[in-house]
């Protein structure tokens, strides 16, 4: 099993492979009614002990990704509306796939930049900077920014990996829907030695305006990636 990064909100192994596998499914990698390998093939695919195998397809079992029926198997459902934490995440390695990880760059509290959609009634917005991983390969460099009205400060320790659900716990915020504009864009100027293209290199770009619950705009975000490891996917079903 690859490993994720080493960092104080490193998801348990059992999470991470649920994860996993609940990306596959909304992804449409895995159909629904498809039957999973046995449990023992899988513990060793991942490289895990069959009871972390177990702890994994019985969370996805309780998010409503899988009918475990005794003696036959662990059987796909697509459930619209099934909770996963990287659910709008789009970016896969060439491969397929990848579990994602981020490492948190910089995080203040500044004006919103001119020239981008409406998110919020605030003037004033946080700028959260990552660093994107997938399976421990740098794939992109993040930009995101959410409303100032949402707190009046935020914690470096209250940015988990996973975003959606920080403002889900944080917030007591849903991201709902997504809306990504997809490009060409040139690396920013604050590049990392990690990631692979310099600053001023052309780049995969996304743009992302996130809606929640009750359909407002709350977080605006851009994403340059490296096109020589990931790729941007969106499956319509």
Do not use: C
Request: charged share 25%; net charge negative; proline share 6%.
């Amino acid at each position: 099993m690859q490993q994720t990064q080493n960092s104080p909100d490193a998801q348990p192994t059992y999470v991470q492979i649920s994860d996993a596998i609940a990306r596959d499914i909304m992804a449409g990698r895995l159909l629904d009614g498809e039957k999973l390998p046995t449990e023992r093939a899988m513990a060793g695919t991942w490289g895990v002990a069959v009871g972390t195998l177990r702890k994994a397809l019985g969370l996805l079992e309780e998010q409503g990704h899988l009918s475990r029926v005794q003696g036959s198997g662990n059987y796909v459902r697509h459930v619209a509306g099934s909770e996963n934490i990287y659910a709008f995440f789009r970016l896969e390695l060439h491969a397929g796939g990848g579990q994602p990880s981020a490492r948190l760059l910089a995080l203040d509290r500044r004006a919103k930049p001119s020239g981008t959609p409406h998110f919020g009634p605030s003037a004033d917005g946080f700028r959260i900077r990552r660093l994107r991983f997938l399976d421990d390969q740098p794939v992109a460099l993040e930009e995101i920014w959410i409303d100032g009205a949402l707190a009046d400060t935020l914690d470096p320790q209250d940015m988990s990996q996973a975003l959606y659900q920080t403002y889900k716990s944080r917030f007591g915020l849903w991201i709902t829907r997504a809306e990504d504009r997809l490009g060409v864009g040139t690396v920013p100027d604050w590049d990392v030695p990690d990631f692979g293209p310099k600053a001023g290199a052309p780049t995969g770009y996304i743009e992302r305006t996130a809606y929640d619950q009750t359909a407002a705009p709350v977080e605006f975000s851009r994403t340059w990636f490296d096109a020589s490891l990931a790729t941007y996917v969106s499956r319509l079903k």
